[in-house]
């Protein structure tokens, strides 16, 4: 029985500008994984963030005097910061994989924002209507730069096929098909260590 992957979710830091808001929101991450059952021993430590979140607010209010060097200062405890909780988002982000299926409550227990990846649907397949009269494009997944296509198409159910010409191409059209029918069309891949299995024939209606 194959498993259902996992996707997974990603805890995201969205870090303000503004001096100001930047401490608020470092001091309701502190003040929200302190004493949370989920975060042990976070890393850095909860103090070390709140020692340079106000060292930080220190600097700022010098620097609102414009104090000679005062906002150099400033800049350099606001990256002191910032490089901190990035450094804690990556400890949030380790114990939220440890648990995948509650990850999203771990990560909003810190106080970050959740990003879930979503899943890329699978290529398949597919003829469509061509772009004159008796004709019908034909899309496959690609298997990389070093493949050939074939295509084949049959008019009478799948008793018989008929080739159509292979390309470098993952996509192809096919013309002089009979108008009003219903055509059954398939693909295979070529690699260097051979050849695919023939995909599971569509069908189209061509006009």
Do not use: C
Not at 104 to 116: D, F, N, Q, R, Y
Not at 125 to 141: E, M
């Amino acid at each position: 029985m194959s498993k259902t992957k996992q996707r997974r979710t990603f805890a995201v830091l969205s870090l303000p500008r503004p001096v100001p808001t930047l401490l608020g929101v470092a001091d309701s991450i502190v003040g929200r994984m302190t004493n949370n059952p989920y975060f042990p021993s976070p890393d850095p430590p909860l103090a070390t963030i709140a020692a340079s979140s106000k060292d930080l607010a220190t600097s700022q209010a010098a620097a609102l005097t414009r104090a000679h060097g005062a906002v150099a200062a400033r800049d350099e405890k606001r990256a002191v910061l910032v490089t901190q909780l990035g450094q804690l988002k990556g400890y949030v982000q380790k114990v939220a994989d440890a648990t995948p299926d509650n990850a999203a409550s771990i990560i909003e227990s810190a106080g970050l924002l959740v990003h879930k990846m979503t899943a890329r649907k699978p290529r398949t397949f597919v003829a469509a209507p061509g772009p004159v009269t008796g004709s019908a494009k034909l899309a496959a997944p690609s298997d990389g730069k070093r493949t050939a296509h074939e295509w084949e198409y049959s008019v009478d159910g799948g008793k018989t096929w008929v080739s159509a010409p292979a390309t470098l191409q993952a996509t192809t059209t096919v013309t002089g098909l009979p108008t009003a029918t219903s055509v059954l069309f398939r693909h295979r891949s070529v690699l260097k260590t051979g050849e695919s299995d023939w995909s599971v024939p569509t069908s189209l209606i061509v006009k």
